[in-house]
């Protein structure tokens, strides 16, 4: 299996954490995203919406950052969705990555007074959420394991840290939990080279 993906990418990032604690055997391609590959007719045959991250299969492509993830976890072995979470990791996967991955994804590359907004608002409430859900003193939303639930939250901690956008001191706990994961550290340091090259691209739209 090979997954086109790009370690700037949050929802590559999402899926490259996941096969990482998985510890699934799938190459890893870097997409030429930033040169204009996701609209290549090549690349639309992998996922007609043109976006990134793909897995090629031997069932074809996957695309839809969750669907490839319980793809592989329906193969077994089951890691990120353990037997009595389903729900729950389901549930704050689908939190993280409406109100916290898409809205930051959106600021990262349109720095305007809207998008910032939005983001705040976005993130100010899921933060809230997430708080909540640890407040029980869990160390991960599932528990003592990082599962499906955790993976798009630890990204967007990130990408907030990067953008300068506001982030609870429960959640910062939280994210150097989930940092102090060699799978989690190593996609930070893969994606930070990328941030700094990519500044002077993201700047407030006209
Ligand atoms: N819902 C999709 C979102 C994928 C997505 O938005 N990917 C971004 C990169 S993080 C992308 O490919 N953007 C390029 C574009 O929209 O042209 C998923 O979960 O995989």
């Known amino acids: 299996m090979r997954l086109h993906y790009h370690p700037l990418s949050s929802y590559s990032r999402k899926v490259a954490i996941g096969i990482g604690l998985r510890g699934d055997s799938v190459e890893l391609r870097v997409l030429d995203a930033l040169g204009g590959e996701l609209k290549t007719p090549a690349f639309r045959a992998l996922n007609p919406f043109g976006k990134m991250p793909v897995?090629?299969?031997?069932?074809?492509?996957?695309?839809?950052?969750?669907?490839?993830?319980?793809?592989?976890?329906?193969?077994?072995?089951?890691?990120?969705?353990?037997?009595?979470?389903?729900?729950?990791?389901?549930?704050?996967?689908?939190?993280?990555?409406?109100?916290?991955?898409?809205?930051?994804?959106?600021?990262?590359?349109?720095?305007?007074?809207?998008?910032r907004?939005?983001?705040?608002?976005?993130?100010?409430?899921?933060?809230?959420?997430?708080?909540?859900?640890?407040?029980?003193?869990?160390?991960?939303?599932?528990?003592?394991?990082?599962?499906?639930?955790?993976?798009?939250?630890a990204v967007a901690a990130h990408i907030a840290e990067t953008e300068e956008v506001p982030v609870p001191d429960d959640i910062l706990r939280y994210q150097e939990r989930l940092e102090a994961h060699p799978v989690l550290r190593a996609s930070r340091e893969g994606a930070a080279p990328f941030v700094e090259a990519t500044k002077p691209r993201r700047v407030k739209k006209p």
Request: negative net charge; aromatic residues 10%; glycine residues 10%.
């Open 117 to 153: 907004d939005k983001a705040l608002a976005r993130t100010g409430t899921a933060w809230e959420v997430l708080g909540r859900a640890l407040a029980d003193g869990r160390k991960f939303l599932c528990g003592d394991e990082i599962t499906l639930a955790d993976l798009s939250a």
């Open 55 to 115: 897995l090629e299969s031997k069932e074809g492509p996957i695309y839809e950052s969750t669907s490839i993830l319980e793809y592989l976890e329906e193969r077994g072995p089951r890691r990120l969705l353990p037997a009595g979470q389903e729900r729950r990791a389901r549930h704050f996967d689908r939190v993280g990555d409406h109100y916290l991955l898409d809205p930051l994804g959106a600021y990262f590359w349109d720095k305007s007074d809207a998008a």
